[in-house]
């Protein structure tokens, strides 16, 4: 398995007996109901081991040299891993802690330990740097052992090394427990479905396994969602000092949803930035990641056309749009907090000849970082938040209700069995329609309405 020494290897490491670091690497954006993972979930060294920390607060830990961890390696992503969606999770490649022996112990797919991946173009890796720009020559420093790039990609290596028994640190929004409970649940349905359409003498005792299949599905996501939801019930995270918000010029498509969803808040470890979408990163303000300087981008003219949050060496770790953050009413204000919050360095630059608010962000790796933190168009807005706001996407939620029909008419004859199904169907589709209709309503005539940037946020 050919590889090479990443630029941060055992040469940079701590010397033996020399006190290391603790490092801590946090996930990718994540919207609710996953906001747990977001503040809870981390990839840390902690007196000289790797901890894994899970959403519930739950910590594994894996010794460091002797049969623990003995070097990392990093797989980076190949052509197809970044353009297929059945593979997006590889798209940056993955990070595997190995023993002695060379077999992994602990798989990180950099995708779910990258906070801004979501904005991240595949076309700029190697600008990018996702190795570096994750933490993990931080990390592989603070654990003392070396990082080497492997010369071919993680699904280029032997089945028996992909499948070699490891933890992977991966991050699922719903529970892996929910989603065999809901496959076994579809099957269940659509086999008495079909069976009670098929076989008429066998519709009604069919019809309730099917109806019972059918509240299960439901109620399982329902519960999950739930229970995830209560987790998290702080919008803005604790801490002290109060979150930068839009302060957007009078434009008609700023809508309420704008003003009230994303912010920037600054706490005592961390930088929080939450986009349009409800989406929280975590970005350090300590280490070889943290965001070191704040750049004002202008135009010829001198005006500002956004901020760049810059990382060690320049690296571009997030961007606001100054139009739509800090032109307006109270932007001023807004715009002085963030610095004598944040403290760090301010400097400018000037965009490139020709370029305007709506170009000079263009063909740079985080460039869709200002389509996330501007206003959302509508539509767009809500579709990628029905599934935060029920776990049943869009289509899902209409095949399963027209499906329910044939078992909700059972109420009209006179068959026990029809009556049974029907009692149960009824249910699960009150559960399933309730949050799409609550989401589709608060959207178009609340949260997706017109805005002015005067109007009070909560």
């Known amino acids: ?192 479905f079909l069976t009670g359409v098929l076989a008429k003498d066998l519709t009604g005792p069919a019809f309730v396994v099917a109806g019972a299949a059918l509240l299960l599905f439901v109620v399982s996501g329902a519960a999950v969602h739930a229970v995830l939801r209560r987790r998290v019930r702080d919008v803005v995270p604790n801490g002290p000092g109060d979150p930068v918000r839009p302060s957007p010029v009078e434009d008609r498509t700023v809508t309420r949803r704008f003003l009230r969803v994303p912010f920037v808040k600054v706490l005592p470890g961390e930088l929080v930035l939450v986009d349009s979408f409800g989406a929280e990163r975590r970005l350090p303000r300590a280490g070889s990641t943290a965001v070191k300087s704040l750049v004002v981008v202008d135009d010829a003219r001198g005006e500002p056309l956004g901020v760049e949050f810059h990382g060690a060496g320049g690296q571009v770790r997030a961007q606001l749009p100054w139009r739509w953050w800090f032109a307006g009413p109270g932007g001023a204000q807004s715009w002085q907090r963030l610095v004598t919050s944040l403290a760090v360095p301010v400097r400018h630059r000037k965009a490139p000849s020709g370029a305007n608010e709506k170009t000079w962000f263009t063909g740079q790796p985080l460039g869709g970082d200002i389509l996330r933190m501007s206003p959302p168009e509508p539509r767009a807005a809500r579709q990628e938040t029905q599934e935060a706001s029920h776990l049943s996407g869009g289509f899902e939620t209409i095949v399963l209700t027209l499906f329910s029909i044939p078992l909700i008419i059972g109420f009209a004859g006179d068959d026990p069995a029809r009556f049974v199904a029907a009692l149960l169907a009824v249910p699960a589709v009150v559960l399933l329609l309730a949050p799409a209709l609550t989401h589709q309503l608060t959207s178009r005539f609340g949260l997706d309405t017109e805005a002015t940037p005067r109007q009070e946020t909560p």
Do not use: C
């Open 1 to 192: 398995m050919a590889s090479r020494p990443h630029a941060a290897d055992a040469a940079d490491n701590p010397a033996s007996g020399e006190a290391r670091p603790d490092v801590r690497l946090r996930p990718r954006a994540m919207r609710a109901p996953a906001l747990d993972i977001v503040r809870s979930s981390a990839l840390s060294a902690e007196d000289g081991a790797l901890v894994l920390t899970g959403r519930n607060g739950d910590r594994q830990s894996f010794v460091v040299g002797g049969s623990g961890i003995a070097r990392m390696r990093y797989f980076p992503s190949g052509g197809g891993e970044k353009t297929d969606a059945a593979r997006a999770l590889n798209r940056w490649g993955t990070v595997v802690f190995e023993d002695a022996q060379g077999l992994p112990v602990v798989q990180a797919p950099l995708t779910d330990w990258l906070p801004e991946a979501d904005s991240l173009g595949t076309a700029y890796e190697d600008e990018a740097d996702p190795l570096a720009r994750a933490g993990f020559p931080e990390l592989a420093r603070a654990l003392g052992v070396p990082l080497d790039t492997s010369e071919s990609t993680w699904q280029a290596q032997p089945e028996t090394y992909r499948q070699h028994r490891s933890v992977r640190a991966v991050h699922h929004t719903l529970p892996p427990t929910l989603h065999r409970v809901r496959m076994l649940a579809g099957v269940a349905w659509v086999a008495a």
